[in-house]
């Protein structure tokens, strides 16, 4: 190959990656307007964590979903899609608030969160009293699941209370991490047994 066509080469190859990028750009802008103008249901952001890449989702109720960094993004959003609106898109100027208050968490830097949420992924009655309790739980401190299901009103509830924090989707924020087995046990959790005893001890709850 002579100098004249590695150098035309290189300069096509150029191109290409600066179209893709103005592309990408692009596509961001339009998802942001759409997000803003109301043509968008859902918004979602991915988020750096010390656990690995997770994902948020809000609605103009508030933030709807937490993806786990163990979550599969296709499943999260196909989540989103059928329980709310297949108008979903990535647009993570909707959720700065969000992403800030998770990385002030992660770095020891906040014991609460302010930022609205959106039910409506949580069916009613029973399961969603279990996780409005749960959100109420101060951080660092911890419950059994029976004692949990007696703040939700049905102390003999204990193992629908466990079926309830299985399905969170907001978990973090609706901390169901600090719901323990009796005997200190930290139990299941959607992100496995270590995250669970990860964020235990992030909030200095478990000492092990």
């Known amino acids: 190959m002579s100098d004249a066509e590695a150098l035309r080469r290189l300069l096509t190859e150029a191109d290409a990656a600066e179209l893709d990028a103005a592309a ?4 961001a802008r339009f998802a942001e307007r759409a997000a803003a103008e109301g043509a968008a249901d859902v918004a979602y952001a ?3 964590t010390p656990l690995g890449v997770a994902t948020v989702a809000g609605t103009r109720r508030g933030l709807v979903a937490v993806g786990l960094p163990n979550r599969d ?10 329980g709310i609106s297949p108008r979903v898109v990535e647009a993570p100027g909707r959720l700065d608030e969000v ?7 992660f770095a020891g830097k906040r014991r609460s969160f302010d930022v609205p949420l959106d039910w409506r992924l949580v069916p009613g009655g029973f399961y969603r009293d279990v996780l409005r309790a749960t959100a109420r739980l101060p951080y660092g401190a911890t419950l059994t699941y029976g004692e949990i299901a007696a703040r939700a009103g049905n102390p003999r509830a204990h193992r629908a209370a466990g079926t309830a924090l299985g399905i969170n989707p907001i978990p973090i924020v609706v901390p169901c991490h600090r719901i323990l087995r009796s005997g200190g ?7 496995g047994p270590e995250m669970k005893r990860w964020l235990l001890r992030l909030e200095g709850a478990l000492r092990e």
């Open 73 to 82: 993004l296709d499943e999260f959003l196909e989540r989103l899609a059928a």
């Open 24 to 27: 990408a750009a692009a596509a």
């Open 99 to 105: 992403r800030r208050e998770l990385d002030e968490y």
């Open 185 to 191: 046990d930290p139990g299941n959790y959607a992100g």
């Open 46 to 48: 991915r988020l750096d």
